[in-house]
């Protein structure tokens, strides 16, 4: 396990998924039809339960304009800065269940961000890079 310093926030707009782990795709899909060969900037998966327990999943990509995500439709987010614990996953599509497998082992570390999310990077189209945000407070 390493950990990455983010420099800086980074603003993406998002579709949310209407089922976890079911509608990632769709979501992507989604999101990627309504950019319509615009620029892309990089993208990510972002994800946290909700109050009953249940996995919200946001598919996500990086603002290249201010404004991208009212000019697409979709939902603006900001990834914050700061220090993330991470694991990554070289062809994850071979096995999906190892990006899970990765998080339940990040979120189970101790000093995370209680209000945090597990953010998946997707570096390229087989590698990913699975960070949990740790805690400001307890450095």
Known sequence: METYILENDIKVFCVTAKSFPNGIMEAFKKLHASVNGA??????GLSRPNPNGQI?????????NEGDAERFGC??????KGSYIFLERL???KDLQSIGKAFQELISQPGID?????LEWYLNEKD???MVRLDDNKK
């Open 39 to 44: 620029d892309r900037g990089r993208q990510f």
């Open 56 to 64: 919200i999943y946001k598919a996500a990509l990086e603002e290249i």
């Open 75 to 80: 939902e603006p987010f900001v990834i914050q």
């Open 91 to 93: 062809n994850f599509m």
């Open 114 to 118: 209680p209000n945090g999310y597990c």
């Open 128 to 130: 990913v890079r699975c």
